[in-house]
């Protein structure tokens, strides 16, 4: 268990597609969980903001993501999550990022989608998520797909620092 650097914009390894977990219960998945749960952790204390993290994030390549939302009932490890079915209807959001923390990005997502994913133990699961929670899964799983939110943006002027945006 450790707390781990949190890769930035910029760095080549966020654009890296990841692999796929292929044995959920193994040590090393457990070791990956409980840092990236310890990262997470960490941030929200420094930071005051935060609810996932995905692997890529402490560069590891592999498709894992914690989540915190106490507000959803929902902690954990999603080990290779994957969007099986997405919304027509969509939402405009400001999302940020630990990766660039200071900065907003105005993005465009579907308002709900289903997930399924491995539990740490390796059972199958299914998520139907809206709002905000879809929103953050979308984020964190293009995260797995080496995308960034930045790589979202509706437009160029979809772009904020956070100190400016909580002025207004």
């Not at 997405?86 to 400001?94: D, F, G, H, N, P």
């Not at 105005?106 to 998520?127: L, M, P």
Request: net charge positive; charged share 35%.
């Amino acid at each position: 268990m450790a707390v781990k650097e949190i890769l930035r914009l910029g760095n080549p390894g966020l654009g890296k597609v990841c692999a796929a977990v292929k044995d959920a219960g193994k040590p090393e998945t457990k070791k990956i969980i409980r840092d990236l749960k310890d990262t997470l952790e960490n941030f929200k204390k420094k930071n005051g903001f935060g609810r996932a993290i995905a692997a890529p994030q402490i560069g590891i390549l592999k498709r894992i993501i914690y989540v915190d939302c106490p507000k959803y009932k929902i902690s954990g490890a999603l080990i290779n999550p994957k969007i099986i079915k997405k919304s027509k209807e969509k939402i405009r959001v400001w999302d940020d990022c630990f990766s660039f923390p200071e900065l907003l990005v105005k993005v465009e997502r579907a308002k709900e989608i289903k997930v399924k994913y491995q539990a740490k133990g390796g059972e199958s699961h299914t998520i139907t998520t809206k709002g905000d929670l879809s929103e953050l899964l979308q984020h964190e799983i293009d995260h797995l797909d080496g995308i960034l939110a930045v790589q979202r943006a509706i437009d160029g002027k979809s772009f904020a620092f956070r100190k400016e945006w909580e002025k207004f």
